[in-house]
């Protein structure tokens, strides 16, 4: 069996090896300027996806799907929730008639949660703001100082990073537990009344000196009175030990979050900012602090929306009763507790909602605003 001639004519000078046709060997001209790229068998006038039909079916519904869940449990319950508002619906029989119970009040939810019809409202509020100032300006910044000072060369570090957020992972049912047993007025229950009877702490005293008039202090001498058997949660001022007790998930939330930022920081600027003669504090303050502004502004938003959702914690220790409530408690004992007024309920949500929107409004502005810039 011989081997077929070739027919392929022989390559004349000025002529492309490739094709054999005729290229235009003048100098300035490229030497594909006439290559025939639409003939070749990938190239054509039909557009190509990398995607076919299945992918795109299949991303659909990644996609979709949890979209339509979120509008539907989220958004769509948000809409329900503010019509609810504008009736005295309690929970049976249609949301529309005539009869008590489900018929429409306008804004009279609204009014009595306004004009003080309700005592509880204003209380609860003042409650979730003193929440928020507290988280804000002691527990955050005790946050950024032990992530400042975890990011330093120190031994140890990934022992006292867990141990910093290990309270992160617990869920704030099982803080509110454990707390309650650090608060509980029996000195044979609570620990921290158990630690004072046990050491013989029976009066107050400071290093060694008696300090009785602390007794006498209004509102903080009934922690006092009786050291050993002192109901830490139980008089006017409970909110004080409670929001101490969610700054313990707090500051490790923060610490983690501010310390991810550090670890990313750029380390020449302060090496310019020592050469410059700068001490750590104007380091921290002037170069590394508003380098940080995306992580701060993020940190923020953060501690307001942990400051107005606040729930489990205090439902925990005393069902989110006086003199303990907030928003969030108000909206569960008024709509799902055995009053059942949910229309009044649902107003109360309403307010928290929009209130909650503030921070997140606020930080989307300051984003988008950074982006066309």
Avoid at 41 to 70: A, C, E, N, Y
Avoid at 226 to 252: E, K, Q
Avoid at 265 to 277: C, M, Q, S, V
Wanted: hydrophobic share 50%; with cysteine; aromatic share 12%.
């Amino acid at each position: 069996m011989t081997r077929a001639a070739s027919s392929a004519a022989p390559v004349q000078p000025g002529e492309s090896g490739l094709t054999g046709a005729a290229v235009n060997s003048t100098p300035g001209r490229g030497r594909f300027d006439r290559f025939p790229f639409n003939r070749l068998p990938f190239i054509g006038r039909q557009r190509w996806h990398l995607l076919t039909r299945r992918d795109k079916f299949i991303l659909s519904l990644m996609v979709g799907l949890p979209l339509v869940i979120d509008v539907a449990l989220i958004w769509g319950s948000a809409i329900v929730d503010f019509l609810w508002s504008f009736t005295d619906w309690q929970g049976n029989g249609a949301m529309a008639g005539g009869g008590v119970g489900h018929r429409l009040v306008g804004l009279t939810n609204y009014m009595q949660l306004f004009d003080g019809t309700y005592p509880f409202f204003w209380s609860a509020v003042l409650h979730n703001l003193f929440w928020l100032a507290f988280l804000m300006f002691i527990a955050t910044p005790i946050g950024i100082l032990m992530a400042v000072i975890l990011d330093g060369q120190i031994k140890g570090m990934a022992f006292y990073r867990t141990v910093f957020y290990l309270p992160v992972v617990l869920s704030l049912a099982l803080i509110g537990i454990i707390w309650q047993l650090q608060y509980a007025p029996d000195w044979g229950r609570g620990f921290i009344n158990g630690v004072l009877h046990t050491v013989g702490y029976a009066d107050p005293n400071l290093f060694g000196l008696h300090v009785n008039f602390i007794k006498d202090i209004p509102l903080v001498g009934q922690w006092f009175r009786d050291v050993s058997r002192t109901d830490w949660v139980g008089g006017d001022l409970a909110i004080i030990p409670t929001v101490i007790a969610a700054s313990w998930r707090h500051v490790g939330y923060i610490c983690i979050l501010y310390l991810a930022g550090l670890k990313s920081f750029d380390p020449a600027l302060r090496e310019a900012a020592a050469i410059d003669g700068a001490n750590s504090r104007q380091t921290f303050f002037q170069v590394v602090f508003p380098v940080m502004k995306p992580i701060n502004i993020v940190i923020v938003v953060i501690t307001a929306i942990e400051a107005f959702r606040a729930f489990d914690l205090v439902y925990i220790i005393n069902y989110g009763r006086s003199p303990m409530e907030l928003l969030s408690t108000l909206i569960t004992n008024n709509a799902i507790s055995e009053s059942t007024r949910i229309g009044f309920g649902s107003a109360i949500a309403v307010i928290l909602t929009l209130i909650s929107l503030i921070p997140i409004v606020g930080f989307l502005t300051v984003t988008m605003r950074e982006e066309k810039e």
